[in-house]
Structures are given as structure tokens and as C-alpha cells.
């Protein structure tokens, strides 16, 4: 076998539904591999973290030109939720966890998890806005540091 | 694929490791291929959750992931990766003598 990556640390930067699962994915699929893991939540990825919002993250109905139709149907009111539940349902059929249920499991595995320090700032918000299973609130430098020796992975 | 000499007998392995034909698995492999793994001794606990791999694969032909072993073995998800360090659906299914199993979550 050629070489193996050992470690990894993912930065999940967007808040839509299909910007934050890429990462939960990678960084769990990580851990079933043996390797090392982080993940550090940035901007509007803190959504995914944030108690009162990682359950209602939502597809992007607009200015995705993967959902096959009209921005302008996408600018209808409900649109996005509807996009959203079809995701959601089919997901569930193919097994993969909803959010709340997936950081559950990440942290158990042993995975990292962070915050973003200037974004946490910008958005006014704080430690206990986030789920138990963040670890820390860390500066871009502490990612850094803790992402030495391994892969980096920006979404 | 290798031939191996495991616990007394002649095993065909592939290239990760994994037994090719789960037939000519006994416990005396598992207890090698886990030492192989610098897992050692095997406790009730792994015991547990290599059965339960063999009973998934006699059932459905293939491996649980991490989340359906965390869910139906039994052994939760921090457990497991407490018993196997580097990867529990991969390290048990290995271990038990049965395919990689291919699941992505």
C-alpha cells in the first residue's frame, strides 16, 4: 500500500445543508479509518454547531444551480424548507444521521471540535451558544497548531 | 493477495489484510490477527462486537458501519473506538474475518 494519511483537520466555512455534511462525512469517515481528526467551524459553519440552529439548516434553493430549476421558483416563500425535507427524507433512506445526531457521533468517535474565534466574535456569540461537544473556541494560530503534521481540508 | 501461516493454518489474505475467504476464519485467527493489530488480549467486550460482526455478515453479506455497531451491538460508538483504536468497523470486521465494509458514514 502506497502512503497513508494520518491526521486531518476540515474547516466547514458555509452554513447551508449541503455545505456542512461534506465535512461531518470526511471528518467521521476519518475517524473509521484509524486516522486523526478536527473539525473547526468558521463563519457561517457555526450554524452547524450553534444549539438553536444546527437543526434547521437548510438547502439553499437559490443560486444552486445543482437543484435543477429556476432561481426564480427558488425565491418562493417555503421553497428552501421544501428542498430541505425532500433532502432530509431521501437521507434518511440512505442511512446518513440528521446534524444534531451526526455531532453526537463525531465527538464520540473522538473527533475535535472547534470554533472559530474571530467568527464567534463577529457574530457576537459565545461558548454556551454552542453544543456540549465543542470543545473550544480557538484562534486561526491554535488551528494551526493543532492541525500540524496533517491534511488540511477547507469547505 | 498473500498466503499467511495464522494460529497453525494456511490463510489467504488480501492486500489490506483481510481474510479472502471468511469460511477459514476460527477464534485462534482472531485472537492473531488482533495481536497483529497491537490489540491484546481480546477482553468480553471485543468479543462482543466481533461476534456480532460475524452474525451481520452470516445475515446480509456485509459489514456493519460504525453507526449501525454503535446503535444494534450493543457497544457504543465512544466504546468502541476505546476497544478499537484505529477504526472499529474496520478493525473488528478484519479481525472477525470478514470483508471491509464499504459504508461511507
Redesign the interface.
Known sequence: ?GERIEKVSIIISKGSLEGVYPGL?MA??A????MDANLFFTFFGLDAIHKQRLEHIKVAAVGNPGMHMASLIGVLPGMSAIATHVMEKKMEQN???GIPEFME?IA???CGLYACKASVDLFGFAKDDFIDQVQEIITVGEFYEKAAGGEIIFT | MTTDTIAGSEIQLD??GFLVDPTQWNEDIAVELARREGIEPLTDRHWQVIRFMRSEYEEKGTGP????L?KTSGV???EL?QLF???????AAKIAGIPKPR???
Not at chain 2, 65 to 68: F, K, N, P, Q, S
Not at chain 2, 85 to 91: E, I, Q, T, V
Open positions: 500500500m462525512i467521521n469517515g475517524r473509521a479509518e484509524g442511512d446518513i444521521p457521533m464520540d468517535t473522538g | 492486500d489490506e458501519t460504525v453507526r449501525v454503535g457504543p460508538i465512544k473506538y483504536p484505529k477504526g472499529p468497523a474496520k478493525l459504508g461511507c458514514i
